[in-house]
């Protein structure tokens, strides 16, 4: 389907840097032309809706009430037709942005536009969310700094749209839906893979660090999620083990550091969603060694090991030992599946998304406590027997991303005219009910940190 697309036969330059050619047919106008402002409030009847990073617009209860908490009073959000183009005000920069396939409402620190009827939906959704037209929100967007950078409104409506005849929009949106979903289809394959190899993986660190490695007489833990132990280990609350430290940045240059449930406790410049201050004076610290955990996502694993110091969010806690232990083993234990449903039974809120493990919760969780160097000797066998099973974890991530950037890739040279895909199109069936945006990946749902209001 996608080997043999060519360019177009002729080309007509755009007076666009940044575009270059387009097809000859083609058009382009200021957004102002075929997007013009709404503002239509007092709908609290309808759903509500969110835009998110990698999904565009979406229903709020498909977010799993991660993307950002609700105002109470609901009467100034505004209403969102099937169509509509929706900017999030400070995160469009960052391609916070979709076109609504829903009706509902939506918080007012969005941009809602209607669309002309010379764009299709799915077409606008594909060109809108593309880097090309990213690029522009960002030079649309005024501030200092990675968080306060709000649309200014007259240098976005003076943004350039591309508009191909109305019959090369329709072909465009088929092309790319039948392509998303074989590429979706790839992604899952890959994910289930790395599903199963992670389970693989998990069965071995809980057999280790819940049974130690030689095969010793067993006796009952006392505690409901770990079982037996071996006879000569211990079991003691977390308060005996760790002591929470709450030390503040003087000037705030330290990196900072963000969670992510795949990739631990990294630089913010790794997770994508991450959100980030103009100033870090204040923040709070941790150092190499320390135990962080996120307070909101406790209950999902989110804990790990600082491998370098930095300034992390106020909703994380740090804690150190007070014992002599093993911090990469304690890691190990606390991310385990079967701690996790401890760690949610003692996770207090009124939604999940927003649930918080306080600290005192956490110091009263009963943990196994086999001699220290045998805690270090655990480690060294589960990095051991892991290895293989991290490689090719890996390898199988590194297919995701290529070929996330490859969609990415395909779907801007085609929005641009780079390719002409209307005779493929042509031999394709319809798809019935086919999504026009890509589907948020599991990685990136593991992403979301922070509010993106």
Known sequence: MIEGLKPYAEYKESGQKWLGQVPRQWASYPLCRVATPKSECGRTDLELLSVYLHRGVIRYADSGGQVHKPSLDLSKYQVVAPGDFVLNNQQAWRGSIGVSKFQGIISPAYVVL????????????????????????????????????????????????????????????????????KIDGFIRAKRKLIGLLNEQKQAIIHRAVTRGLADAPLKPSGIHWLGEIPKYWEVRRAKYLFREVDERSQEGKETHLAMSQRLGLVPSSMVESAMRSDSYA??????????????????????????????????????????????????????????????????????????????????????????????????????????????????????????????????ADIVTGKLDVREAAATLPELPNAPSAEPATDEAMEEIEESEE
């Open 282 to 411: 204040g923040a709070k610290l941790c150092k190499e060694g320390d135990l962080v955990l996120n307070r909101l996502k406790a209950h999902l694993g989110v804990f790990a090991l600082a491998k370098q110091g930095g300034v992390i969010s106020p909703d994380y806690s740090v804690f150190r030992k007070r014992a002599a232990i093993s911090m990469e083993y304690y890691e190990s234990v606390l991310r385990s599946s079967a701690c996790r449903r401890e760690l949610r039974t003692r996770a207090k809120g009124l939604v999940e998304g927003f649930w918080r493990l306080y600290t005192d919760d956490f110091y009263d969780i009963r943990l196994p406590v086999p001699p220290q160097p045998e805690q270090t000797e655990i480690m060294a066998a589960v990095t051991t027997e892991t290895a293989a099973l991290n490689t090719v974890i890996a390898r199988t991530e590194r297919e995701i991303a290529l070929m996330q950037e490859y969609r990415t890739r395909l779907t």
């Open 114 to 181: 209607k669309l002309s009827p010379k764009l299709n939906p799915g077409y606008a959704n594909y060109l809108f969310r593309s880097p090309a037209m990213v690029a522009q929100y960002v030079v649309a967007s005024r501030g200092v700094g990675d968080i306060q950078r709000n649309l200014f409104y007259p240098d976005l409506r003076n943004s350039i749209a591309i508009v191909p005849p109305p019959a090369e929009q329709a072909a465009i949106v088929r092309f790319l839906d039948h392509a998303n979903r």
